[in-house]
């Protein structure tokens, strides 16, 4: 018997396309997993070279030096450069507890209710595979986090989306004005239905869910026995007094929420890759032995260095500074947009603001790349903005479902998680957009 590179070698068969040979698996064909993202078309490499990225969620500044110190710290001691236990580092794991012990309102047990994970996302992805069963339904609030949509089919769930409805009022508007039809959401619950995302401060429009919706989310939770994965990874950037609640402390709610954090959020440090999970034993505890599977454990002196920064956050005055120091970031960012007499989202947590995109109109012949053709009326504003403001931003359509891109179309995101004078820059580029205004 000969291989196909044996004919090809001695010249007896046609050449052979080789490139396919071996088929991927047919779980790759759902949840967009191969469409081109959104954030390799708005990618540095495509963009003028001196654009500035208000695109992608990460900071342009490095996490505080203390923190920096103490991973230097685990990567020159021996024990903190191997595997950790896959439930992550005790240290961490009683950072952990000690951090959001009070805030749940219990005493959290570090061996069975608190999970490390590398970044949210694995720990995410790791809930999913530990209770989704083939067909099994999941509801997601749109916009959503792009995701937890391939995270969920891979794992044989099906996505449900339920949206965020923007004000229509005129004029200036916040997060909190982005409302759930409890309606809406109710219709969405089917015998198939296993869990619930809530994502609060949602990523990207900015709102804090109030206390009133996540009891209503609650209710159908508990009404027709679903799991709730309540991400909060942006809990530390809450602004102007907004009350950040946790729906896993609302009656009866801890047995059934899992609570999904992240240290790169927390610590400017979203390369990291260290998140963790808070919820019950019956939760946890399946999803030990996913995660385990996935990683085995998250990497070790980032871990201890993520310790560090919890155990002493508080004390620092920390969270407090930075969430002065991202108000302020946020306000020279809307300020901007005042200026320029936009519509925007003033976000009341993340670090996202959502602006108002139908007014900007530009030439019919403009050149725009085959990526964005076919796609949302945002990816075409987006592009112009980038190209002719030199300001990247990220189409809010992405964050929706086909049937819901109309909603999502009317917005691009800019991220300002970026230091003031970027911020500052970027302002002044885009007053420039003035001239294309209708
Ligand atoms: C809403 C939301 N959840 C989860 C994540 C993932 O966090 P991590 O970087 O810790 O995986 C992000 C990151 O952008 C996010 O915006």
């Not at 923007?166 to 239905?193: M, Y």
Request: net charge negative; aromatic share 10%; glycine share 6%.
């Amino acid at each position: 018997m000969s291989t196909v590179a044996e004919k090809h070698t001695n010249g007896t068969s046609p050449q052979k396309d080789r490139s396919k040979l071996i088929p991927f698996s047919s779980r790759l064909k759902e949840g967009r997993a191969l469409a081109q993202d959104v954030w390799s078309i708005f990618n540095a490499a495509n963009l003028p070279s001196d654009c500035i990225n208000l695109g992608q969620g990460y900071m342009n500044f490095a996490p505080p030096e203390w923190v920096k110190h103490a991973a230097e710290e685990a990567l020159n001691s021996v024990a903190t450069n191997h595997y950790s236990h896959p439930k992550g580092r005790i240290r961490l794991r009683e950072a952990i507890k000690n951090h959001y012990g009070p805030e749940f309102g219990r005493e959290l047990d570090v061996e069975s209710e608190i999970l490390v994970t590398s970044g949210a996302n694995e720990g995410q992805y790791s809930v999913f595979v530990a209770f989704l069963e083939q067909g099994d339904e999941v509801i997601m609030f749109e916009p959503f986090f792009d995701q937890y949509l391939p995270s969920v089919t891979f794992n044989g769930g099906i996505p449900v989306y339920v949206p965020l409805h923007p004000p229509k009022h005129d004029g200036k508007h916040s997060s909190s004005e982005w409302t759930i039809d409890f309606d809406e959401l109710r219709r969405a619950v089917t015998p198939r239905t296993k869990m619930i995302i809530v994502n609060t401060p949602q990523n990207p429009v900015g709102k804090v869910f109030t206390r009133h919706e996540l009891e209503q989310i609650a209710a159908i939770a508990e009404e027709h026995n679903l799991l709730v994965m309540s991400d909060e990874v942006y809990d530390s950037l809450v602004f102007d007094d907004n009350e950040h609640v946790r729906i896993a402390t609302l009656p009866g709610m801890w047995d059934r929420t899992v609570t999904v954090g992240s240290a790169g959020k927390m610590f400017a440090a979203t390369g990291w890759r260290v998140g963790w999970l808070i919820g019950p034993a019956s939760i946890i505890q399946p999803t030990l032995a996913a995660t385990t599977r996935i990683v085995f454990c998250s990497n070790s002196p980032l871990q201890e260095a993520s310790a560090v920064g919890l155990e002493q956050a508080k004390k620092r005055g920390f969270l407090e500074q930075q969430r002065k120091e991202y108000t302020e970031r946020r306000n020279i960012l809307t300020a901007g947009f005042d200026k320029l007499g936009m519509k925007y989202t003033n976000p009341q947590g993340s670090y996202f603001v959502l602006l108002d995109i139908s007014s900007v109109k530009w030439p019919e012949d403009y050149p725009f790349p085959k990526s964005v053709e076919g796609r949302g009326r945002d990816f075409k504003a987006c592009w112009f903005i980038a190209m002719e403001v030199g300001v990247s931003s990220i189409p809010v359509s992405e964050f929706y479902c086909e049937e819901h891109t109309s909603i999502g179309e009317n917005y691009a995101r800019f991220a300002f998680c970026k230091d003031v004078d970027t911020l500052k820059q970027a302002v002044e580029r885009l007053q420039n957009l003035k001239k294309f205004l209708a």
